[in-house]
């Protein structure tokens, strides 16, 4: 077998496309390279990064595209690179064995195997040049070599040992966590809260992401307990976050995170997760205060992604670079004398006052990030101000688009377009929360089975991994309940079932393999329950499971109802002991302890008394309208006196039938 020459040209992932060029002899990863490391008798270099990572980008300049740098590579190993969104499995398993090695871990990841792929040796970026303790990244590679060659011995023993400590720690979350009742709800909001950084906004120091996840989960709390200091959290995170330069004062949308603890300044990179999540908080946050700043955040959230990110075909695409012609900021950073450019000098000023644009500059080169941090005085002037600026900064180089379409954050988008449309009264969100259900249902379920990723229309070879499930089943139930559909109802049904059989752990009820049992055989079999900068595939699939329980006929209703409950009393434990990592888990939670909450509107056609039901109902509710009969939650519940009508109900408990808004007020207020 010869593998002399790069493969990554037909890349179904434009991060594996830039590296096309390269003088690398880069492989996809696969049966073929894993074999001709075995028969080159060579260690593997795998190097994990994804398409809108800076220093992933600088790595590659520096060494990929160093023809001295490659000859070491192509001679002594067999070199693949993988994205790390078209592949979680590979990425977690190797993440996990690089925080073992070096103490944390980060991308580009540069990881060295043995054939049968077991990690020996694993890092992140290495520099051309020795520097802080780091070798040089061709010093690293003569070693690794040297060391190949000289300690086989040792190599085999340090890959066995890192293998058994990845299998070990893959073990199953511990039994015995609390039950999932008020007080541990209460106990882990008490435990977040008093992480807050009460100065600046949300957690932690720098650099500081947005924790949406945390924030809905939060704000659910709020809503079932009324404790004010959880909402005086929660607003103080999101009118932060919303003010700050992390959010695209003139484009709408958030950058990746802040560099800093202030939310000044962001790594640039815009990602489909981070902005669906973010809107699905910020359009609950508007419906429950009334904020006039989460209502702005919401519509500028929608308007990114339906300008920047949709694809031609209806879905979106996962990123934009942190990058533009390989500088951070070009697009997005200004000067005082640029605005003035742009605007005259009496408007220029006046931006430069309302944006924070300084002399001195909040980021590089004295330039400033734009930061909103009041209101401005005049409406109409920082409408005209803001369209202008914008027009200018659209004809500036952009960051470049990674265009592959992942199915769990289109999910993602799915069920934060409908439920902001449903609640805030724009159909046409919702409508374009099924464009993108349709496209991904005809292009990334393939002979039954749904796939992780696509570009331009075609998919990438491994199946789905379980949070792909979780999502997308979660937004076609968003959406079968905004619309009526009972399609989206069928399609996410069939997702769940495919997850039941194919990811859960048969061994122990309510575990969750992130991988499906028929999928490709690493050197473990990866399941995070934790929440990171997406749900879980543990956290999304039981949501889903939750949400579904209350949609379906009594007997899957049943099936689904026991699948969450267990899910749930699983994951107790990393609620009580860790419940940062467990925003997602907080949220679906607080769902379940309400009952689920159930808002089922029986009408003729459209009312008010339903559209009101959308704007009123807490997080997680599961709100339907429609005819009697037409769908499981409005069985045997017809109108009165001829009118709309709302039945209530918290789990099997029910309140009486209520036809007047005030009522239905008085109902979820309970």
């Known amino acids: 077998m010869s593998l002399e020459r790069n493969m990554l040209g037909d890349a179904t992932s434009p991060y594996l496309r830039q590296h096309a060029d390269n003088p690398v002899h880069w492989q996809q990863w696969g049966p073929d390279a894993l074999a001709w490391a075995r028969e080159r008798d060579v260690p593997i270099l795998l190097s994990i990064g994804y398409a809108a990572c800076h220093w992933c980008h600088v790595m590659a300049h520096e060494s990929f595209e160093d023809d001295a740098t490659a000859a070491v590579m192509n001679e002594h190993f067999v070199c693949i690179k993988v994205d790390r969104e078209e592949r979680p499995d590979l990425d977690a398993v190797y993440m996990n064995a690089t925080v073992a090695m070096a103490g944390q ?23 051309t040049q020795p520097r802080g303790g780091m070798p040089s990244f061709t010093q690293l590679l003569h070693a690794i070599t040297d060391t190949w060659r000289s300690r086989r011995g040792d190599v085999d023993d340090a890959a066995a040992s890192v293998v058994a400590e990845l299998r070990r720690a893959a073990g199953a979350l511990p039994a015995g966590g609390p039950p999932v009742e008020v007080p541990l709800l209460s106990g882990a909001a008490a435990s977040v809260l008093r992480d807050e950084d009460r100065d600046r906004g949300g957690f932690g120091g720098a650099p500081k992401f947005p924790p949406s996840m945390l924030l809905e989960g939060l704000l659910r709390a709020y809503e079932r307990s009324c404790a004010e200091p959880v909402l005086r959290t ?29 939310w000044v300044v962001p790594h640039f990179e815009k990602m489909l997760y981070d902005n669906a999540l973010l809107l699905r908080f910020y359009a609950h ?10 209502h702005r955040v ?35 950073a200004w000067t005082p004398q640029q605005l003035r450019d742009v605007l005259d000098d009496d408007d220029g000023v006046w931006a430069a006052e309302t944006f924070t644009v300084t002399a001195d500059g909040t980021f590089e080169h004295g330039s400033s990030v734009l930061q909103l941090l009041a209101d401005p005085s005049d409406d109409t002037r920082f409408s005209d101000v803001r369209t202008r600026l914008f027009a200018a900064r659209q004809r500036r180089p952009q960051p470049a688009r ?17 439920e902001a449309g449903a609640g805030l009264d724009r159909p046409d969100w919702v409508a374009a929360a099924a464009d993108c259900a349709r496209v991904l249902l005809a292009t990334h379920v393939v002979d039954g089975r749904l796939r992780r990723a696509s570009l331009a229309g075609v998919v990438g070879a491994p199946v789905g991994i379980l949070d792909d499930h979780g999502a997308l089943a979660t937004g076609l139930l968003t959406l079968h309940q905004v619309t009526g559909d009972v399609a989206w109802l069928d399609a996410a049904v069939r ?49 889903a499971l939750l949400t579904a329980s209350s949609l379906v006929d009594v007997e899957r209703s049943a099936k689904y109802a026991a699948a969450a409950a267990e899910s749930l009393a699983c994951a107790s434990v990393v609620l009580q002991r860790a ?15 309400r009952g689920p909450l159930q808002i089922a509107v029986s009408e003729d056609g459209p009312s008010e008394l339903a559209r009101q039901a959308r704007r009123l109902a807490p997080g997680g509710t599961i709100v339907v309208a ?27 408990v029910c309140d009486r039938p209520v036809t007047d808004i005030e009522g239905l007020r008085e109902q979820l207020s309970r």
């Open 495 to 543: 997702l769940l079932d495919t997850a039941i059989e194919r990811f859960a752990d048969p061994d122990r009820p309510g575990i969750w393999f992130d991988t499906a049992d028929d999928a490709e055989t690493l050197v473990t079999r990866p399941r995070d329950p934790l929440d990171g900068a997406t749900p879980s595939g543990a956290s999304s699939i039981t949501e």
């Open 298 to 332: 919401t519509g500028g959230i929608v308007e990114f992604l339906l300008r920047d990110l949709r694809t031609d075909a209806g879905a979106f695409a996962s990123a934009l670079d942190a990058d533009t012609d390989g500088e951070e900021g070009l697009t997005y």
């Open 105 to 127: 871990g980060g991308w580009p990841m540069t990881c060295f195997l043995t054939p049968d792929g077991a990690p020996f040796y694993c890092g992140t970026y290495y520099p």
């Open 579 to 593: 419940p940062r990592s467990a925003g997602h888990w907080l949220a679906v939670a607080e769902a379940s302890v």
């Open 626 to 652: 429609g005819p009697t009969d037409s769908m499981p939650l409005l069985a045997d519940r017809p109108l009165v006196d001829g009118t709309a009508t709302a039945y209530v109900c918290r789990g099997t």
């Open 234 to 262: 929660v607003d103080r995170a999101a009118d932060a976050m919303a003010r700050g330069g992390i959010h695209d004062q003139l484009g709408g949308g958030f950058a990746r995170y802040a560099v800093d603890a202030g």
């Open 402 to 418: 990674d265009d592959k379409v992942v199915t769990a954050w289109n999910g993602l988008a799915i069920t934060a377009l409908a």
């Open 285 to 294: 946050l508007a419906r429950r205060t009334g904020s006039d700043l989460a």
